[in-house]
């Protein structure tokens, strides 16, 4: 990993200007650190007033503080800001492990998409979203205000696992179509004939 190039890339991402100006807090999925790490360490650098939540899906919060003083460190920011002065690490959504998704968290996702539309997977964002919406009824206080962005960083591939696909077959049965055995070819649209 190189946290240095995630934080310029972060730090350099073309937002319209102002976007960030409706929000109070960003949140999202922390797997492996390096969003979490550059998403921060630009927020400081930048002078946001954004608070930043990383919502754990893996490991302990104590490893990616380590992982983002590190980058402090790197940067030669380490004597000025320490990783919990910048960002806030939530423990406590990861479940039974990386990858492994209870059954309240698998009804959580088919319920969002169904509902919304917005897929989640399993393995990062899903957890991360629960695990907002968990901290928003229990937790309130731990965000700076009520303006809150939760940044989906991906991972949809998560959701074609066989639990979800177990999942979906359970709650829907003669409404998933097994694609692999019964698709049939889609009309063409008049325009692309």
């Not at 962005?149 to 179509?177: A, C, I, K, N």
Request: charged share 20%.
């Amino acid at each position: 990993m190189y946290p240095i190039l995630t934080v310029t890339t972060l730090s350099c991402l073309p937002l319209p200007q102002g976007l960030l100006d409706n929000y109070d807090d960003i949140v999202l999925a922390t797997g492996s650190g390096g969003s979490c790490c550059g998403l921060s360490v630009a927020n400081y650098l930048l002078g946001s007033p954004l608070k930043i939540h990383g919502i754990t899906v893996c490991d302990e919060a104590d490893d990616f503080y380590d992982h983002i003083d590190d980058c402090l460190t790197q940067l030669k920011l380490n004597t000025d800001v320490s990783a919990r002065d910048i960002v806030d690490i939530v423990d406590g959504y990861k479940g039974a492990g990386y990858g492994i998704a209870s059954d309240e968290i698998k009804d959580f996702l088919l319920s969002v998409s169904c509902n919304t539309g917005i897929i989640l997977d399993p393995v990062y964002t899903g957890k991360a979203a629960f695990g907002l919406r968990d901290l928003m009824h229990n937790q309130p206080k731990r965000f700076k205000g009520q303006r809150v962005l939760f940044l989906h960083t991906g991972g949809l591939l998560g959701t074609y696992g066989v639990s979800m696909d177990d999942r979906l077959l359970e709650t829907s049965p003669g409404q998933v179509v097994d694609w692999t055995k019964e698709l049939q070819p889609l009309p063409l649209l008049p325009h692309v004939q």
